[in-house]
């Protein structure tokens, strides 16, 4: 046998990715990444890419923030591991889950860590389930989320994710949910409706599930702000207004999945603060350390704490939780990225930048190909359709969208396609020039595509 040894060979050899085709893999190789600093990855062969999606969605300091390294190896020379269960803990955890509770909205008070969005959401859903036990109503345990939502891929996050490839093939959902219309009215909307209007449809539709199912078994309603890896959809207005008065009559709870709006990306903090949402349970990671460590985070209310805690007494624990919650090391370099994200006012500069960045891509708006053009703060989309005028999409496989991503490497550029949606999700530290030229090499990618 011959052994083969360069990166690429090793891992075709070895390697079974994630979100990947593993025959066209096995047909063209990876594309080896080997180094980053700011806005811009390079690989292997010296090629510089911006990195257009910070990651996934992720990167908020960019790709060489020595400060971030430095934390990790202060922590990992003083304390590398430790845990927090069974009443123990250790600085950066209790350090971390104060600076989160001063950071989200007042009435968030407790935080339980996990290692990724998918445990979180995971714990999520079995918090919630203890939380109804606790309270002597173990019959309400449904959940609700949105064709188009994404909260994950484990078994029961995953079931409440709302896409049809996460559940091709995995037998999903395996938990108790049902999924409600995607709150995007450029394909959803009927012809003539107003964004109110639609709205309210939605809100209907929502009530009309949770009556249903019976209001005394629906547990909670679980929604990102602003739906990210469902293709950066932008909720009509007046919707989280409409769906959060449908929870409160009907005893729902509401949960804010902000994995990937958390820290700034909307420019504002959160995005419940830009979209006035005042959710009971909210989920945060990604940003949280900008993915130099897995971390996550659940903060919850006073009053769900007070349950959960209550009922830990009467079972003599709260029988859930990693090896790796509150990580020393994650938790380390978190309240470091928090504190750069704070000093470099990261936060207006995403508001700033975004502006620059929807100015920009609107100007691609009379292209034949672009339908939309959409976003908020520096995450944005633009929607390519086959038919402008009738809102007519490519094939169901959204080919367009790979062809455009891979041609988009040879502009020196990485972005998602979420089949034909090309997002854009880049680096908080993104500077005005820059957001130009990422949008300039977007243009030279789509004349390529015409
Ligand atoms: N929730 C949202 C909104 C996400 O975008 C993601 C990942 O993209 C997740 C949850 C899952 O997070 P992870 O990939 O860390 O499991």
Same mark, same amino acid.
């Given at each position: 046998?011959?052994?083969?040894?360069?990166?690429?060979?090793?891992?075709?050899?070895?390697?079974?990715?994630?979100?990947?085709?593993?025959?066209?893999?096995?047909?063209?190789?990876? @594309?080896?990444?080997?180094? +980053?600093?700011?806005?811009?990855?390079? #690989?292997?062969?010296?090629?510089?890419?911006?990195?257009?999606?910070?990651?996934?969605?992720?990167?908020?300091?960019?790709?060489?923030?020595?400060? &971030?390294?430095?934390?990790?190896?202060?922590?990992?020379?003083?304390? $590398?591991?430790?845990?927090?269960?069974?009443?123990?803990?250790?600085?950066?955890?209790?350090?971390?889950?104060?600076?989160?509770?001063? &950071?989200?909205?007042?009435?968030?008070?407790?935080? /339980?860590?996990?290692?990724?969005?998918?445990?979180?959401?995971?714990?999520?859903?079995?918090?919630?389930?203890?939380?109804?036990?606790?309270?002597?109503?173990?019959?309400?345990?449904?959940?609700?989320?949105?064709?188009?939502?994404?909260? +994950?891929?484990?078994?029961?996050?995953?079931?409440?994710?709302?896409?049809?490839?996460?559940?091709?093939? /995995?037998?999903?959902?395996?938990?108790?949910?049902?999924?409600?219309?995607?709150?995007?009215?450029?394909?959803?909307?009927?012809?003539?409706?107003?964004?109110?209007?639609?709205?309210?449809?939605?809100?209907?539709?929502?009530?009309?599930?949770?009556?249903?199912?019976?209001?005394?078994?629906?547990?909670?309603?679980?929604?990102?702000?602003?739906?990210?890896?469902?293709?950066?959809?932008?909720?009509?207005?007046?919707?989280?207004?409409?769906?959060?008065?449908?929870?409160?009559?009907?005893?729902?709870?509401?949960?804010?999945?902000?994995?990937?709006?958390?820290?700034?990306?909307?420019?504002?903090?959160?995005?419940?603060?830009? /979209?006035?949402?005042?959710?009971?349970?909210?989920?945060?990671?990604?940003?949280?350390?900008?993915?130099?460590?897995?971390?996550?985070?659940?903060?919850?209310?006073?009053?769900?704490?007070?349950?959960?805690?209550?009922?830990?007494?009467?079972?003599?624990?709260?029988?859930?939780?990693?090896?790796?919650?509150?990580?020393?090391?994650?938790?380390?370099?978190?309240?470091?990225?928090?504190?750069?994200?704070?000093?470099? #006012?990261?936060?207006?500069?995403?508001?700033?930048?975004?502006?620059?960045?929807?100015?920009?891509?609107?100007?691609?708006?009379?292209?034949?190909?672009?339908?939309?053009?959409?976003?908020?703060?520096?995450?944005?989309?633009?929607? &390519?359709?086959?038919?402008?005028?009738?809102?007519?999409?490519?094939?169901?496989?959204?080919?367009?969208?790979?062809? /455009?991503?891979? @041609?988009?490497?040879?502009?020196?550029?990485?972005?998602?396609?979420?089949?034909?949606?090309?997002?854009?999700? $880049?680096?908080?530290?993104?500077?005005?020039?820059?957001?130009?030229?990422?949008?300039?090499?977007?243009?030279?990618?789509?004349?390529?595509?015409?």
């Amino acid at each position: 046998m011959t052994r083969q040894n360069s990166t690429a060979e090793l891992d075709k050899a070895a390697h079974l990715h994630p979100y990947t085709n593993a025959r066209k893999l096995e047909a063209v190789g990876p @594309r080896v990444m080997a180094e +980053g600093d700011g806005i811009f990855v390079r #690989d292997e062969q010296g090629n510089e890419y911006i990195e257009g999606l910070a990651g996934l969605w992720s990167v908020a300091v960019g790709f060489n923030q020595k400060r &971030l390294v430095d934390a990790a190896a202060e922590q990992m020379a003083k304390l $590398p591991y430790y845990h927090v269960f069974a009443q123990k803990t250790h600085g950066p955890a209790a350090r971390l889950a104060d600076k989160l509770v001063e &950071l989200t909205p007042e009435h968030l008070t407790k935080v /339980f860590f996990t290692n990724s969005g998918s445990e979180a959401n995971d714990t999520v859903i079995k918090l919630i389930w203890f939380l109804n036990n606790a309270l002597g109503r173990p019959e309400k345990k449904k959940f609700i989320a949105r064709t188009g939502g994404y909260h +994950g891929i484990t078994v029961a996050s995953g079931s409440l994710t709302g896409l049809p490839w996460n559940h091709a093939s /995995f037998d999903l959902p395996a938990i108790p949910v049902r999924h409600v219309t995607t709150p995007h009215a450029y394909f959803f909307a009927e012809e003539g409706e107003s964004e109110e209007a639609f709205a309210q449809r939605l809100a209907d539709e929502i009530e009309a599930t949770i009556l249903e199912e019976g209001p005394e078994t629906v547990a909670a309603f679980i929604g990102e702000p602003l739906i990210g890896a469902g293709g950066v959809l932008v909720p009509p207005a007046g919707y989280w207004q409409k769906v959060q008065a449908v929870c409160h009559k009907y005893d729902v709870l509401l949960i804010a999945d902000e994995v990937i709006t958390g820290f700034g990306r909307t420019g504002k903090m959160f995005a419940s603060d830009t /979209f006035g949402i005042t959710p009971d349970i909210m989920v945060l990671s990604k940003q949280i350390t900008s993915s130099y460590q897995p971390l996550a985070a659940i903060m919850m209310t006073d009053a769900i704490y007070q349950a959960i805690a209550d009922h830990s007494e009467r079972l003599g624990t709260l029988g859930h939780g990693f090896t790796g919650t509150g990580h020393p090391v994650a938790t380390a370099v978190g309240l470091e990225n928090i504190a750069i994200i704070e000093e470099q #006012d990261l936060v207006g500069n995403a508001a700033a930048m975004g502006k620059v960045l929807q100015s920009e891509l609107a100007r691609f708006a009379d292209h034949p190909l672009v339908g939309e053009i959409r976003g908020v703060g520096l995450i944005a989309a633009v929607q &390519l359709v086959a038919d402008k005028s009738s809102r007519t999409r490519f094939d169901p496989e959204g080919k367009v969208g790979a062809f /455009f991503f891979e @041609r988009a490497h040879d502009h020196g550029l990485i972005i998602r396609n979420i089949k034909d949606a090309i997002a854009f999700c $880049p680096p908080l530290i993104i500077t005005e020039e820059q957001v130009c030229e990422m949008v300039a090499r977007f243009g030279k990618t789509l004349e390529d595509t015409l």
